[in-house]
């Protein structure tokens, strides 16, 4: 009976030992995923947090631009067509150069001595046109600044 005894010993310890392993193996099972949800968990509220961050305030520019062309070239656009390109250019540099902000152009200029009809419509939404009073073409900047 002893022999047999022993063998029955063996078999409930083998099943013993096999139970222990698996309990372990599962805890650190566990463990190991309960730790790489919370790695994974940092990483989704670092995310999101980027997206609540407060948007930076937009730099706000003004720029102005003095322009005046003859009475025949504001009248005919073929005979204006290179100071229509010159103004087409430096529209779309500023909108360029200052995409990063709210950009305000004003095209500050004379009565009927202005191209600004000629431009791409694109271009006549974001400018707004400043005629001031008949002046020497030479003065004008000079009265707009007062």
Known sequence: MSAEHNTRRKVMHFIFLQMALLQ?????ATRYTKLMFF?????IINLFKE???PKKERPKVFAAVEH??????????EKGAAKIE????????LLTSFAHGDLTITIQ????????AYLPEYQ????Q??????????????????
Do not use: W
Not at 68 to 73: F, G, K, L
Not at 86 to 93: K, N
Not at 109 to 116: M, Y
């Open 24 to 28: 372990e193996i599962s805890r650190v």
């Open 39 to 43: 790695y994974q968990i940092n990483r």
């Open 51 to 53: 997206i609540e961050a």
């Open 68 to 77: 005046i062309t003859s009475v025949e070239e504001s009248n005919n656009p």
């Open 86 to 93: 010159r103004l087409r250019h430096t529209i779309d540099g």
């Open 109 to 116: 200029t004379l009565p009927n001595r202005h191209i600004t």
């Open 124 to 127: 006549i939404k974001c400018i």
């Open 129 to 146: 046109i400043q005629e001031g009073p008949e002046c020497d073409p030479m003065f004008v900047e000079f009265r707009f600044q007062e």
